[in-house]
């Protein structure tokens, strides 16, 4: 970690000595390590990884996000070189550019091929758990929640079943970075997965995500190769460990709360509606953005060129937006806009409609396939911080079924 100057336009009483990538206590609640910063102000200015804002304040964070015309998508990342070496389509557009490529892609993610994907999210799911079941114990991260985004991907793309290990140790650099792998080496790595299906896909288009995508023009002309490339990219990146951190706080929600598993298994009408507050409970995703004009809020400036980042449980946990936001209630009957764990504004998640069509069959299937779970009292549940905050460590055990 950088520790950076103090520009001159930061009041003093706004600086706080805290990096988004290791928030104090994140390995055992990410949560709670986050919420500290609600107790100050509503924008804070860190001096960790090279100086920058973050939102700390619900209404903060959610204004600043939705505002694509006065801070920009380019730069991706507080993370060094990560925007300048992904150069991700649609996520590190802003405006007329962005919209011309988003639209595409959003025509990838239409309902009907989200519903379309469902039985083979389901045999992903089923598998998954069918070789768990008889173990009595699982370390759930890496048994399950890492692995079902990948298959589901694979699905998506339409890639042949053995194919699953190459990526599968891909996924891991990507979910779980080691220091092993630079930020361009795995890049590189999932370029060269990847090009041999965007090639094919361009030449003779399938049913599967990338045809649809590439199928469609980027406003009157197709694709050039190196925009399809980062399309795809982003498509990997964007859905692999984002779905793989908000299955496992929800596996971990279960295991900490049986009356829950017992209610949704009487109920599972209600799944959806659990989803949603599930969703809501428990975001880790956090962006960045960079100003390109001031803008004054909270009673500061943020200056033409600063970098803001933006969390958005800062928005979700924070009791002037939603009410008792720590507790979870599967009749609060929030719409998944109200809430930015998907992102709020022109950026808001393509895959928001699969990531939640994933987590209710994770729900379902789960909940119908496995007995009850809980926490191993032996071994810790682990997390950790980062641009996506996720466990990386949940043990779970259940009685083996006679
Ligand atoms: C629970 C799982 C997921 C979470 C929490 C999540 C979260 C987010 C958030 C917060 C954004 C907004 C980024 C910004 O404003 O800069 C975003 C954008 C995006 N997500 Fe997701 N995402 C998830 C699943 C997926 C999946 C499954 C895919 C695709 C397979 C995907 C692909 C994308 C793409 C391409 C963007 C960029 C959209 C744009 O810039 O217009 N995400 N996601």
């Excluded at 924070?318 to 719409?335: I, K, N, Q, S």
């Amino acid at each position: 970690m950088s520790v950076a100057e103090i520009p001159s336009h930061v009041p003093v009483e706004r600086v706080v000595d805290f990096d988004i990538f290791n928030p104090p206590g994140v390995e055992s609640d990410y949560f709670a390590a986050w919420k500290t910063l609600l107790d100050g102000p509503g924008l804070v200015w860190s001096t960790a990884n090279g100086g920058h804002w973050i939102g700390a304040r619900g209404d903060v964070v959610r204004q600043l996000w939705a505002d694509a015309d006065r801070l920009s998508s380019e730069c991706l990342a507080v993370t060094p070189g990560l925007g300048e070496v992904m150069q991700f389509i649609p996520l590190q557009s802003d405006g007329a550019a962005h919209k011309a490529y988003r639209n595409p892609v959003m025509k990838g993610f239409a309902a009907r091929f989200i519903t379309a994907l469902e039985p083979s999210v389901k045999a992903a799911t089923r598998e998954l758990i069918a070789g768990l079941r008889e173990k009595g114990s699982c370390e759930f991260v890496s048994q399950f929640a890492e692995i079902l985004p990948l298959n589901i991907f694979l699905s998506l793309i339409d890639v042949p079943l053995e194919d699953r290990p190459r990526l599968r140790e891909l996924g891991v650099q990507l979910t779980r970075p080691d220091g092993s792998m630079t930020v361009e080496g795995l890049k590189q790595a999932a370029d060269d997965y990847l090009w041999p299906f965007i090639e094919k896909r361009m030449q003779e288009p399938g049913n599967d995500l990338f045809s649809r995508i590439l199928a469609e023009p980027v406003r009157d002309r197709t694709w050039t190769v190196d925009e399809a490339r980062r399309m795809c990219r982003n498509l990997l990146f964007g859905g692999l460990d984002t779905v793989a951190a908000m299955i496992g706080m929800v596996a971990l929600h279960l295991a900490r709360n049986p009356e829950d598993q017992r209610l949704l298994r009487e109920n599972p009408g209600i799944i959806p509606a659990a989803a949603d507050e599930l969703m809501r409970r428990y975001p880790t995703v956090a962006v960045s953005r960079n100003a390109v004009v001031d803008v004054e809020i909270d009673g500061v400036t943020i200056q033409a060129g600063d970098l803001i980042y933006l969390p958005s449980v800062l928005h979700n946990l924070d009791p002037t937006c939603f009410d008792t936001p720590d507790a979870v209630r599967f009749d609060r009957g929030l719409t998944p806009v109200r809430h930015t764990t998907m992102g709020v504004g022109e950026h808001r998640c393509v895959g928001a409609g699969l990531a939640r069509m994933e987590v209710i069959m994770f729900l379902r299937e789960w909940l119908a396939g496995m007995p009850d779970i809980r926490l191993d009292p032996a071994r810790p549940v682990r997390m950790k911080g980062g641009n996506v905050g996720a466990c990386t460590a949940i043990p779970l055990m259940w009685e083996v079924p006679a």
